[in-house]
């Protein structure tokens, strides 16, 4: 059974820092294209980062240049260091799994979420 658990998410002053984690079991990372996703009170769900198979990453325009999504294969786990936090960042993150064609990455798995609240 997948199974996707993400922690580090907290309460923050704008401008802080947080690093969220996203600890995958059942699935090896390294076969799986893997995302962050996050999503605010009244909006839709959107991707913030995503990572192939082959290690490129991509950003939301919004988060570039803040955020970073790595992974580490041996561990099985996924991670986002949030840098220069703003109060529009404040939501529930999603890690996420799925196979990946070519630039797209499909989601077949969610983690339950951690809540990032960003204070201004």
Do not use: H
């Amino acid at each position: 059974q997948v199974q996707l658990v993400e922690s580090g998410g907290g309460s923050v002053q704008a401008g802080g820092s947080l690093r969220l984690s996203c600890a995958a079991s059942g699935l090896t990372v390294s076969f799986y294209c893997m995302s962050w996703f996050r999503q605010a009170p009244g909006q839709e769900r959107e991707s913030v980062a995503r990572i192939y198979l082959n290690d490129r990453t991509s950003y939301a325009d919004s988060v570039k240049g803040r955020f970073t999504i790595s992974k580490d294969n041996v561990k099985g786990s996924l991670y986002l260091q949030m840098n220069s936090l703003e109060s529009e960042d404040t939501a529930m993150y999603y890690c996420a799994a799925g196979p990946s064609a070519g630039d797209t990455c499909n989601v077949v798995y969610w983690g339950q979420g951690t809540q990032v609240t960003v204070s201004s």
